[in-house]
T-cell receptor
Framework: DAGVTQSPTHLIKTRGQQVTLRCSPKSGHDTVSWYQQALGQGPQFIFQ???????QRGNFPDRFSGHQFPNYSSELNVNALLLGDSALYLC?????????????FGSGTRLTVV | AQSVTQPDIHITVSEGASLELRCNYSYGATPYLFWYVQSPGQGLQLLLK??????LVQGIKGFEAEFKRSQSSFNLRKPSVHWSDAAEYFC????????????FGAGTRLAVHP
């Protein structure tokens, strides 16, 4: 049973560009959250998607946006990239009706902005 | 506001020695509490979780944690550390209701000496 799959694994972008990161949740999971983990820090919550809607958002600017598709997969888009956006981006999924089971995390996408 | 404090940035133990990683949280209601482990370049793996009931919870890889409401703590323990336990450990708190976004601590990096 595949866990959470993220693509690409690594990405290098230039300041000012736009990037799209992708996430396929664990089979049976319908809720997807995105986290940003800067070097040497804990993950920071970006937003959460359920039923194709963003229903909770962390303290991130509007340059960060997302989408959830009918098959529950999700995308994270970042516009006008800044050097400070360099980080590991983690996708986490869970089954909404089994919130007590917690989240399953993917291995992340390492984004480097130069 | 919710917050998690992991007072120890780095800990070094000898293989076979016991381990305790500290975690203190701030949350107004009964929290959901988690410990995750992250190996270099990898995503997060759930070690254990606490939602309710017995305050001593057992996890994978021989880890356990004890929830102490009076001290707002959820410390992680292992009686005998193996070299493969070297990694970064994150404590996280989630809301017991609502959408359960996770708030992470800054992490504790564990080094194991042979």
């Amino acid at each position: 049973d595949a866990g959470v799959t993220q693509s690409p694994t690594h990405l290098i972008k230039t300041r000012g560009q736009q990037v799209t990161l992708r996430c396929s949740p664990k089979s049976g999971h319908d809720t997807v959250s995105w986290y940003q983990q800067a070097l040497g820090q804990g993950p920071q919550f970006i937003f959460q998607y359920y039923e194709e809607e963003e229903r909770q958002r962390g303290n991130f600017p509007d340059r960060f946006s997302g989408h959830q598709f009918p098959n529950y997969s999700s995308e994270l888009n970042v516009n006008a990239l800044l050097l400070g956006d360099s980080a590991l981006y983690l996708c986490a999924s869970r089954f909404e009706d089994r919130a007590v089971n917690g989240y399953t995390f993917g291995s992340g996408t390492r984004l480097t902005v130069v | 506001a919710q917050s998690v404090t992991q007072p120890d940035i780095h800990i070094t133990v000898s293989e076979g020695a016991s381990l305790e990683l500290r975690c203190n949280y701030s949350y107004g209601a009964t929290p959901y509490l988690f410990w995750y482990v992250q190996s270099p370049g990898q995503g997060l793996q759930l070690l254990l979780k606490y939602f309710s009931g017995d305050t001593l919870v057992q996890g994978i890889k021989g880890f356990e944690a004890e929830f102490k409401r009076s001290q707002s703590s959820f410390n992680l323990r292992k009686p005998s550390v193996h070299w493969s336990d070297a990694a970064e450990y994150f404590c996280a708190v989630g809301a017991s209701g609502g959408y359960n976004k996770l708030i992470f601590g800054a992490g504790t990096r564990l080094a194991v000496h042979p």
